[in-house]
């Protein structure tokens, strides 16, 4: 099973629009600092793939992964879905731009298809368009189709809402062609997930946890089985957003475990037995320069920084 890296930075990307901070600047001046929205892209079977989030940069995404282009016929496309590891903004935008097709496959938990139904009005908004196939997302181990290698399994994480959603019910209340089972959404861990994928003809997994609030008992089983894992490197330290000069509120307090420091990742990532690598990484971040000090930090430890196309084979 193939695995490509379709982009590895956090909101707004690197450069951000309306940003001018060294990182931005700096993938201004050296396109090969650019970074994409975080996403991957998952091949579950020959000539079929799933994306792991839609983000504003699906189009472009799209078009620089050989695998994920249209044809032989006109209009058939080797993408059959998306899945979900949250309902925020950047991770599910990119939905949008899938409208052209017949039907959209969404995976997701309970929590984010309710967000994106009751919040952005999703359904309301693409049923115009494309027809809106939703399925579960959930702890056990599924394939996504019979003839699937992906099998595909949620580690919830963390309760951490968008802020477009602040104020929902429970799911199940009163979105239009929302059937999920009422909960208590404001305690519910599944709002955020980690990704487990794996290769059912090999058994080897990948962890995908793009946005770490928490790093809860489950995620570390989930990491210490693992054969590669990918997370959460928003922020280096902890106090990166406030010194920077652009938040009002520490990285943990945004909800993003920082890299650095006695309560980092990085530090978590470095005995685990898997191949460990960095994603979603803030325009603020440090590690945006290749010839900053922190890979040298990373590299000690045996922890990469994830690019833009790289591929993993599992």
């Not at 496959?105 to 929590?111: D, F, L, W």
């Not at 809106?132 to 394939?143: A, H, N």
């Not at 009422?182 to 962890?207: E, H, I, K, N, P």
Request: charged fraction near 25%; charge should be negative; include cysteine.
């Amino acid at each position: 099973m193939r695995v490509r890296v379709l982009g590895t930075a956090a909101g707004g990307g690197v450069p951000q629009w309306n940003c001018a901070c060294p990182g931005c600047s700096g993938a201004r001046a050296h396109p090969g600092w650019r970074r994409r929205h975080a996403s991957l892209a998952v091949q579950s079977a020959e000539g079929r793939w799933y994306l792991v989030n839609a983000t504003p940069d699906l189009g472009e995404q799209v078009e620089d992964c050989p695998e994920l282009h249209p044809g032989p016929e006109p209009r058939r496309t080797p993408l059959a879905g998306v899945i979900l590891t949250d309902a925020e903004l950047d991770h599910t935008l990119g939905i949008a731009r899938l409208r052209e097709a017949d039907g959209i496959e969404i995976v997701a938990t309970a929590p984010v298809r309710h967000a994106l139904l009751t919040g952005l009005h999703l359904g309301e908004v693409l049923t115009p368009y494309a027809r809106l196939d939703w399925r579960p997302l959930g702890p056990e181990d599924r394939p996504l189709a019979e003839d699937s290698r992906l099998v595909v399994g949620a580690v919830p994480v963390s309760a951490k809402r968008p802020r477009y959603a602040a104020g929902l019910d429970a799911p199940g209340d009163d979105a239009p062609g929302d059937d999920a089972p009422d909960g208590d959404a404001a305690d519910d861990d599944s709002w955020v997930v980690a990704l487990r994928l794996t290769d059912r003809t090999t058994g080897r997994t990948l962890l995908y946890a793009p946005a770490l609030a928490a790093w809860p008992d489950a995620f570390q089983r989930a990491a210490e089985s693992a054969d590669h894992v990918i997370v959460d490197g928003t922020f280096w330290s902890d106090d990166e957003p406030l010194t920077s000069g652009f938040g009002s509120r520490t990285a943990t307090a945004m909800g993003h475990l920082p890299i650095d420091g006695p309560d980092g990742t990085a530090r978590r990532l470095a005995v685990l037995q898997a191949r460990t690598l960095y994603t979603h990484l803030n325009n603020t971040n440090p590690l945006n320069d290749p010839a900053a000090p922190q890979h040298t930090v990373l590299r000690e430890l045996g922890v990469e920084v994830a690019a833009d196309g790289m591929v993993i084979d599992l």
